[in-house]
């Protein structure tokens, strides 16, 4: 995919030349801020999933607004919103669905922690597919 890099520059010592304060590499899930107190670059990469598909299809559909969040400065604090609140979301869905699921109740109730396993691994699964589509692939 693409490499955003904010308007704003700044001198590099290091690198002997003048670099973006802010990129973002949307292959490597990786921003990275050129901080001109310490003039020195911090990156932070994501690994999630989630985080991947947002970027590339916000890359393809919504590159202005990946744009936008680069050169404000604001990139990392929206993927880690995005990432906490999918996160939680996806927690919460499944949590609902083991109060109400018979099979999960019967297996609770049976002590049969490897059928509890993997009922709540589909669930995850399920709560993944509806909760991407509302809050990733947007």
């Not at 002997?16 to 990156?43: A, G, Q, S, Y």
């Not at 880690?80 to 499944?94: G, M, P, T, Y």
């Not at 109400?100 to 691994?121: H, I």
Request: hydrophobic fraction near 30%; include cysteine; charged fraction near 30%.
């Amino acid at each position: 995919m693409s490499r955003y890099k904010s308007i704003q520059i700044a001198y590099n010592p290091q690198k002997k030349k003048n670099v973006p304060i802010w990129r973002l590499d949307t292959n490597t899930l990786t921003v990275t801020h050129f901080n001109t107190d310490t003039l020195t670059e911090e990156h932070k990469t994501y690994n999630t999933d989630y985080i991947r598909y947002h970027l590339h299809y916000s890359d393809s559909k919504y590159p202005d607004r990946l744009r936008r969040l680069v050169n404000e400065g604001k990139i990392i604090k929206y993927l880690d919103d995005l990432e906490l609140k999918v996160d939680e979301a996806i927690s919460r869905q499944v949590e609902r669905w083991k109060q109400t699921d018979s099979y999960y109740q019967a297996a609770v109730l049976s002590g049969d922690t490897d059928k509890m396993l993997g009922l709540e691994n589909c669930l995850i699964g399920m709560a993944r597919e509806i909760i991407f589509e509302c809050m990733v692939y947007i």
